[in-house]
């Protein structure tokens, strides 16, 4: 999202908020018990939690809120002692209400694996979010993320494994409880903390595999790629650079993730003026995926003055996209466009 939509996303936000608007509600209602397991409606996966904070106490809050027209869970779990510590934040949307952000919204994610669609992100902010085909629920989807206020610098590696295990663990419980039909994943056993990888085209593994044949690259003036693990991420990114120079990307949205961007593009279309875009209908708690391509703001080619790039057709564009598009929503199990 650019800064200037940003900006008028997170104002016209507050505005709502401050009127009294439909795009949240503040009604919060309480429906948890005392009983740790009662919170998140009897989602929180607790034993997960208590592995996260050591096997310390734990202390929980939960409510049920209105967001865009549909009742949402937030849980918040904390160790029970002094001395303060990070906090596990979870969410637990039904699929329509798709204010995407976090995890299930950034595009540096990993994705979680073990049979999950969902994201696991371990840089300044970790968490973790999984959605679930789930028909009894709006939009035909579930989808939980998990959070914690803590820096990743500041947590073990067993604990940001537990980190997804919350979301997983937390995820299968909810599913359970609203009957989904969609088929679960197993227990993460592992994250994956890849960052960004940048390797020739004809070399690309991950999110930029299959994407360039070499004919292509030689015309749309691309060497390299910076790319990151490949799976069933809710958003995923793939770049396309020359040399250091970065001239243009692609990503992937998938379920709340595409319905947020396509909700701000057409809501502010000035700040994706010149992308080039597709849908693809997956079906599903997916519902509609979303892709995009972006050519890099000042970006120019190797020897080039800043700001200057050499022209790549918009056809040339297009297929790329749709190669993207069609190599990504393969791996999220949606059907060739």
Known sequence: MTRLRLSLYVGGLLLALVAGGLAWTARFRDADGDDLADRCQGALAVDEAREFFDGAGLRARGHTGEWVGHDAQWCSVRADHEGGGPTLKLRIWPRAAYRASGPAASASATPIGYGWTGSFVSGHSPGAAVLVDCRPMAGAGLLVEAETSAKSADL????????????????????????????????????????????????????????????????????????????????????????????????????????????????????????????????????????????????????????????????????????????SGKRHGCPAP
Request: hydrophobic residues 30%; aromatic residues 4%.
């Open 156 to 327: 073990t590696p067993r604990q940001m494994l537990q980190l997804a295990r919350v979301a997983t663990e937390t995820a299968r419980r909810a599913a359970d409880r609203a009957k989904c039909e969609g088929a679960l994943g197993e227990r993460p056993e592992t994250v994956d903390r890849t960052g960004w990888t940048t390797r020739p085209v004809d070399r690309a593994t991950g999110t930029c595999h299959d994407v360039l044949t070499q004919r292509e690259a030689a015309r749309s003036h691309v060497t390299d790629v910076s790319e990151k693990p490949a799976g069933r991420a809710l958003t995923e990114q793939c770049a396309m650079n020359r040399g250091e120079s970065r001239l243009f990307h692609m990503t992937a949205y998938y379920g709340p993730s595409a319905e947020e961007e396509m909700h701000l593009d057409g809501k502010y279309p000035g700040t994706a003026q010149g992308a080039h875009t597709r849908t693809l209908a997956c079906g599903g708690a997916i519902g509609t995926a979303y892709f995009k391509l972006e050519r890099t703001e000042n970006a120019g080619t190797a020897g080039e003055t800043a700001g200057t790039r050499d022209p790549v057709d918009s056809a040339t564009l297009d297929r790329i996209l749709t190669s993207y598009a069609t190599a």
